[in-house]
């Protein structure tokens, strides 16, 4: 599975978008990116997963570029209660299971 | 519709004793993957069930081993605790072996 690159934290005010890119420069035609979401001693929910159209779901956006060398995932009005941390992760058509790397830390502030 | 669910929420062993996770997949799921989340780490992938039988193994020692039931419920049992072997344990559902994976809330493991 390819290797992804995510900023360690981000922070965001409440009510603003939140937009947290991951770069996958390697990944291949038939490489999933899938977005999960743990917060503080959780287990991680997924959010949501794209190929290479955008994808819109109740919770979040997923914007992958044309190239699909990066894409990124937006919370369009964040809230207290999205502070977690997000993992991009790339996962190969039928493969069993997910590499996660170290993610983002997103903090909203009120 | 209830998620997955796994006991217990908490255990305190001493190094050398042997453990037991359990963990019940979401209705319609049949497929069961463990994950192992050090502190501050990201999780790691431990093994995978489908039709009873392990279909894929992380690099864990065979310490680690587990099982699947017709109900589609799993196990995860540790043998010979280490100090390192502290951790959060995941169990992770998903209707096939390669469909979206939803997890469960994990099971805080301490060895002392």
């Known amino acids: 599975d390819a290797k992804t690159t995510q900023p360690p934290s981000m922070d965001c005010a409440e009510g603003r978008a939140a937009n947290l890119p991951c770069n996958h420069s390697?990944?291949?035609?038939?490489?999933?990116v899938y977005w999960y979401r743990q917060i503080h001693s959780q287990g991680p929910q997924y959010i949501i997963h794209?190929?290479?159209n955008n994808e819109t779901n109740e919770m979040a956006s997923l914007i992958i570029t044309e190239d699909r060398k990066s894409s990124t995932l937006i919370l369009p009005h964040a809230t207290l209660r999205d502070t977690a941390v997000y993992y991009c992760?790339?996962?190969?058509?039928?493969?069993?299971?997910?590499?996660f790397g170290q993610g983002t830390r997103l903090t909203i502030n009120p | 519709d209830a998620g997955v669910t796994q006991s217990p929420t908490h255990l305190i062993k001493t190094r050398g004793q042997q453990v037991t996770l359990r963990c019940s997949p979401k209705?319609?799921?049949?497929?069961v993957s463990w994950y192992q989340q050090a502190l501050g780490q990201g999780p790691q992938f431990i093994f995978q069930?489908?039709?009873?039988?392990?279909?894929q193994r992380g690099n864990f020692p065979d310490r680690f081993s587990g099982h699947q039931f017709p109900n589609y419920s799993s196990e995860l049992n540790v043998n010979a605790l280490l100090l390192g072997d502290s951790a959060l344990y995941l169990c992770?559902?998903?209707?096939?072996?390669?469909?979206?994976?939803?997890f469960g809330p994990g099971t805080r493991l301490t060895v002392l």
């Open positions: 992770a559902s998903s209707p096939t072996s390669a469909d979206t994976q939803y």
């Open positions: 390697t990944i291949s035609g038939n490489e999933y």
């Open positions: 794209g190929l290479k």
């Open positions: 992760i790339v996962r190969s058509q039928g493969a069993q299971k997910l590499v």
């Open positions: 209705s319609g799921h049949d497929t």
């Open positions: 069930y489908y039709e009873e039988e392990e279909r």
